[in-house]
Nanobody
């Protein structure tokens, strides 16, 4: 069955880095879009990065542009989110999700991984 499994979360000091991974499996065909979202309690879910697998383009929210980089290893069925210069406001649960386009709200979801940025 379809599975998305995130890993790589943890605690880091401001200015530090983390890399999240998401293994995507069980799809008959490659999902057209794979994105990273984050959500903190009481806040709206935010899409932070997305890769369009049809052309390889990546998209980022303004809040992470220039600090986060999303990549994909097609052989390993894994997407990554390299997060640099982390800020306390990046603290959240990060989820990967698939959809038909990078504008979609997310269709299939992983279980999430916690990222905490604190001194």
């Amino acid at each position: 069955q379809v599975q998305l499994v995130e890993s790589g979360g943890g605690s880091v000091q401001p200015g530090g880095s983390l890399t999240l991974s998401c293994v995507v499996s069980g799809f008959t065909f490659d999902p057209a879009a794979i994105g990273w979202f984050r959500q903190t309690p009481g806040a709206r879910r935010e899409g932070v990065a997305c890769i369009d697998t049809t052309d390889g383009r990546t998209y980022y929210s303004d809040s992470v542009k220039g600090r986060f980089t999303m990549t994909r290893d097609k052989v390993k069925n894994t997407v990554y989110l390299q997060m640099n210069n982390l800020k306390p406001e990046d603290t959240s649960v990060y989820y990967c999700a698939t959809d038909l386009t990078c504008k979609g709200p997310g269709d299939r979801w992983g279980q999430g991984t916690q990222v905490t940025v604190s001194s």
